[in-house]
């Protein structure tokens, strides 16, 4: 799913959270009571898009989506990863 369908069905609102660069790394929406909804990336998707856009191994690519991505508080909005990497 890419961010141009999640508007199209009325799921994308201006106070979700994305992280630059992995638009096509997005599998939806996640719900969570009480809260706003957010986005939903692969890690699996990121792990090889930074493999084969930035040259590095799969487990460079691991720590820097650990530390960098899994590891940033960006607020309520913050994405979440869904852990698919096998």
Avoid: H
Wanted: aromatic share 10%; proline share 1%.
């Amino acid at each position: 799913m890419n961010l141009q369908e999640l508007e199209d069905n009325g799921l994308l609102n201006n106070e979700m959270i994305k992280w630059d660069g992995f638009d096509d790394c997005i599998l939806g929406v996640g719900s969570r009571c009480g809260m706003q909804d957010i986005l939903v990336y692969s890690r699996q998707k990121i792990a090889y898009k930074l493999r084969d856009r930035d040259e590095m191994t799969l487990e460079e690519a691991i720590e820097y989506i650990d530390f960098n991505i899994v590891g940033a508080f960006v607020g309520e909005g913050t994405p979440m990863i869904l852990e698919d990497f096998i």
